[in-house]
């Protein structure tokens, strides 16, 4: 409430909110933050509430521009296309969007995921010989939350001995197969972050 709507918004745009023009190179579903809401609204918006709405692809942009100290990335779907021999025809090269924060920002975030992994809600993700860093989240779902939450992690990993981070995940399970207060972004999704980073850091 003290940052404002304007402040608010405007970062949320910074990281790809609000953006219908997003392609992969289909279109992506637009993540949104609402634009005119009172200080209540505001608040709950903040936290991801009220009329928040995110979808995976967003929140991995948005873990990505943290491990890529502060440049949001375009996202592509297709890494390369090879011939029948698997030779590669043509490769698709990272594109730079805009700066989302600045690269203080980006390491003091860095730092605070990797205490979520390291000694947080996220232990569940941690990688021996990688750097993890996380973020928990358990979604409500449902008029008046009635549904079964959604269990979120967002996560980066690092090689030790890399130069920079090698992959950004958005894991969110929508049916976890546990009771209801045992549902966690800690618990039922950091597991499957893991395997995919693992796999991407070839581990």
């Keep these: ?13 910074k990281f790809g909110f609000n953006d219908d023009s997003l392609m992969i190179p289909s279109r992506v579903a637009e993540s949104t933050f609402d634009t005119d ?27 990505a521009a943290v491990a890529n100290d502060g440049d949001l990335r375009r996202p592509y779907l297709v890494d390369r296309l090879t011939d029948a021999r698997g030779h590669t025809l043509t490769h698709t090269r990272p594109r730079r969007l805009h700066r989302a924060m600045s690269e203080d920002t980006a390491h003091q975030l860095r730092a605070l995921m990797t205490d979520v992994v390291t000694k947080g809600t996220g232990t569940k993700a941690a990688i021996p010989g990688a750097t993890v860093g996380g973020k928990t989240g358990t979604a409500q779902h449902g008029v008046g939350n009635s549904g079964t939450p959604y269990a979120w992690f967002v ?10 981070p090698a992959v950004a995940v958005a894991v969110v399970v929508e049916d976890a197969a546990a009771r209801r207060a045992d549902i966690s972004g800690g ?4 597991p ?12």
């Excluded at 996560?155 to 920079?164: C, L, R, Y």
């Excluded at 618990?187 to 950091?190: E, I, L, P, V, W």
Aim: aromatic content about 4%; hydrophobic content about 50%.
């Design 155 to 164: 996560s980066w990993a690092q090689a030790d001995g890399a130069e920079e």
């Design 1 to 13: 409430m003290d940052v404002g709507l304007d402040g608010m918004a405007d970062t949320a745009e």
């Design 192 to 203: 499957l972050a893991r395997q995919v980073m693992r796999a991407a850091l070839d581990r």
């Design 187 to 190: 618990g039922s999704a950091a």
């Design 37 to 63: 809401m009172n200080d209540a609204q505001l608040a709950l918006s903040s936290i991801g509430q009220y009329n928040t709405a995110a979808t995976p692809l967003q929140m991995a942009m948005v873990a």
